[in-house]
């Protein structure tokens, strides 16, 4: 399961800051990192908004840190080696406090966010994940 956090976080890094435009229309002004870093914002905004009722308030802390993250300048020059250590720490601290079915949705831009129904046995797969990866940090 490490490995899967791992995974995830490094994926979250990477879409965070080459994500596509939401739309055909979007995507002839994407080239513009103020349009990218707006769109993703937007996302992310939506996502929260969409998912609060189901997160704690560390969890929606976490969240609001990576809309302030995302920036303009993030787009427009390559991130330095700082810039990605801070990317990836923020990145697992999102897969350890949202559990791998949130995260994996957080950063899906082609399809609206909605909230997740879970199982019993699903939710206990998550705590039991969370307590063996994440409960140490």
């Known amino acids: 399961m490490t490995r899967f956090l791992v995974m995830l976080a490094v994926a979250t890094t990477c879409v965070v800051f080459e994500a596509p435009a939401l739309s055909a229309?979007?995507?002839d002004l994407s080239s513009t990192p103020e349009i990218r870093a707006a769109a993703m914002k937007q996302h992310l905004e939506r996502w929260l908004d969409v998912h609060r009722p189901d997160l704690s308030s560390n969890a929606q802390g976490l969240v609001r840190e990576a809309i302030d993250f995302v920036t303009p300048e993030l787009y427009a020059n390559p991130p330095?080696?700082?810039?990605?250590?801070q990317q990836l720490r923020l990145a697992e601290r999102l897969a350890c406090a949202l559990g791998g079915a949130r995260a994996g949705t957080l950063?899906?831009?082609d399809i609206p966010p909605q909230r997740i129904s879970q199982t019993?046995?699903?939710n206990t797969r998550e705590?039991?994940?969370w307590l063996v990866n994440c409960a140490g940090r």
């Open 80 to 85: 330095t080696a700082a810039k990605q250590q």
């Open 107 to 109: 950063m899906k831009l």
């Open 127 to 129: 705590w039991i994940d």
């Open 25 to 27: 229309t979007q995507q």
């Open 120 to 122: 019993w046995s699903e």
